[in-house]
Structures are given as structure tokens and as C-alpha cells.
């Protein structure tokens, strides 16, 4: 079977170049770097890849002198968050996209047109981008999706997809990734920023995520601190006991408390409250 003229929408040049290097290689057996074709047979249509060793960029941006990209990856959109150098808020957005009833083939297409787009972001605001680390999240595919177990599969497959679409496009663009570990970002997020800069709780985990690329840790604040223990002195235990008190309905949490008034304390008896998230709030407070 012959398919002629065959033109990859991303990445041709690599090819040309994997293909040229190999030819004009005399000696292939020391120095030839393996290309790899497979064909996939979709019935309606083909999926040709091909699979070539590509160095890194060595002119990566590597800096975080003008800040970061933090940016949340879920099963439906890519939150990101424009992050100073301070580790202050400037801007947020996301990249939506639906990957339901679709093929992996149909999957890995989308999720790179989005990888595009993300990056070309951070090309744009020249900044790296800080993501979570895929081994630390994987394992929590299931929960961070809210998916049935039948989809967990398929969950992890997206999830792993777009990580590495996102890394393959910034090292080709020039734009550095940041890896960090993901613990307790959704929740600090959640109820620290998510009021505070009216955004969701998606694109507060990615303004925490892009601040824990700096260096920067989260500490709760006045109005929170007053319910964790005296003796618990790391800062992620204290996410870890607020989200157990705080477990009510995310857009509830608008209405029960605000960080820049601390003095106003929590409103446990706000009508945006189901009886039983009353009672289950005041319960946690007083413990």
C-alpha cells in the first residue's frame, strides 16, 4: 500500500530533517538515528505517524525574571493563569475543548491544536509555563475529573496526551517547562483566590500552580487560619484540615467568607446553604 504525498500539519520540517540527516549519514550504523512509521487502520480513514529522535531547544527561556504560566490541565479545557514575577495575579483565561465520543486519534489532534494555542501564550507574554507533574497526578485522574470508573481510562489517556503535547510544542517554540508537585493547589486556590479574583476554581489552582513554580507557598489566610490548630505547623496540612471543614458546594464559598475582611469571619448561616452544609460547617468550625 503506497500513500503518496504525505504532509504532517505540525512538525514536517522535522521530518524533512530526520529524513535528509539519515540519507547523507555514511555511517548509519554509528551515528543514524532511528525513524519509526507505523500506519493505523481506522476503517473510514488512516492515521500515518512517524517517530523521529528530536534534540532539545537550545535556546529554551529558561527564566522566571518576568514570571510564569501556571496552567491546570482538566478533562475538558486547559485553565492557565499570567503570574508576576511577585507572584501576583495579572491575567487568566481557558482553552475549551471536547474530547467526548471521540477516537484517540481524534483526541491526540485536539489536544495539540490546544498544546498551539497554550504556548503560543506563553510566547507571546515570553514566560515559561509551570504544569503539574505527571506522576504525582495520574493516580488521581478519577477524582480531579469527576469521572465514572469507566472513563478513568480514558481520563488518563487525555490527561497524558496533553502533557506531553504541551511539552513537545514549548520545546520546539523555545519556551521552558516547570514542573511542580500538584499537592493542595486546587484547594489553596479554591479558597484563597477564587473569590478574591473572581475566576474559577480551575484557574485558581493554576495562578497557585504557577506561583509554586517560583517559589512561592500558600499560606491561609486570617480569616481561615483561626481554624487550624496552633500545633500543626506545615502549610499544607493546614489545606488539608481546611478542605475537610470547608466541604461544601464550591460556589457556595463566594458567600461565606471573604479574605480581604477578615474581621467578618464565616457567614455559617448564609442562605445559599443547604441545612445539612449548616450544620455540617458549624459541627467543623467549633472542633
Not at 208 to 218: A, D, F, N, V
Request: aromatic fraction near 10%; charged fraction near 25%; include cysteine.
Amino acid at each position: 500500500m503506497i500513500f503518496p504525498e504525505v504532509v504532517f500539519p505540525y512538525g514536517q520540517e522535522i521530518v524533512n530533517k530526520a529524513v535528509t540527516d539519515q540519507i547523507q549519514c555514511k555511517n548509519k550504523k554509528t551515528y543514524g538515528k532511528p525513524i519509526s512509521w507505523s500506519i493505523e487502520d481506522h476503517g473510514e480513514y488512516y492515521i500515518i505517524k512517524c517517530l523521529v529522535d528530536v534534540e532539545s531547544n537550545p535556546s529554551i527561556n529558561f527564566s522566571t525574571s518576568d514570571g510564569v504560566i501556571g496552567v491546570d490541565c482538566n478533562y475538558n479545557h486547559i485553565a492557565w493563569t499570567d503570574v508576576s514575577k511577585d507572584g501576583n495575579f495579572l491575567e487568566s483565561g481557558k482553552l475549551s475543548f471536547s474530547i467526548e465520543g471521540k477516537t484517540s486519534g481524534q483526541i491526540t489532534k485536539i489536544l495539540e491544536a490546544e498544546a498551539i494555542a497554550l504556548v503560543d501564550i506563553a510566547v507571546r507574554k515570553k514566560k515559561p509555563i509551570v504544569l503539574e507533574k505527571l506522576d504525582t497526578t495520574l493516580s488521581k485522574v478519577g477524582n480531579k475529573y469527576g469521572n465514572k470508573k469507566a472513563n478513568r481510562m480514558k481520563s488518563m489517556f487525555a490527561y497524558r496526551k496533553m502533557i506531553q503535547a504541551i511539552k513537545s510544542r514549548a520545546d520546539k517554540m523555545g519556551v521552558a517547562v516547570i514542573e511542580v508537585n500538584p499537592a493542595y493547589t486546587s484547594i489553596s486556590g479554591k479558597l484563597k483566590y477564587m473569590r478574591k479574583f473572581g475566576i474559577s476554581i480551575h484557574q485558581a489552582a493554576a495562578f497557585t500552580i504557577g506561583r509554586r513554580g517560583l517559589g512561592y507557598k500558600e499560606k491561609a489566610p486570617k480569616v481561615l487560619k483561626k481554624y487550624v490548630p496552633k500545633e500543626v505547623s506545615h502549610h499544607w496540612k493546614h489545606w488539608s484540615i481546611l478542605d475537610k471543614k470547608f466541604s461544601v458546594r464550591t460556589h457556595t464559598l463566594y458567600h461565606l467568607f471573604n479574605v480581604n475582611q477578615p474581621h467578618q469571619g464565616i457567614d455559617v448561616f448564609h442562605p445559599s446553604l443547604l441545612e445539612e452544609e449548616k450544620h455540617q460547617l458549624i459541627k467543623a468550625l467549633a472542633s
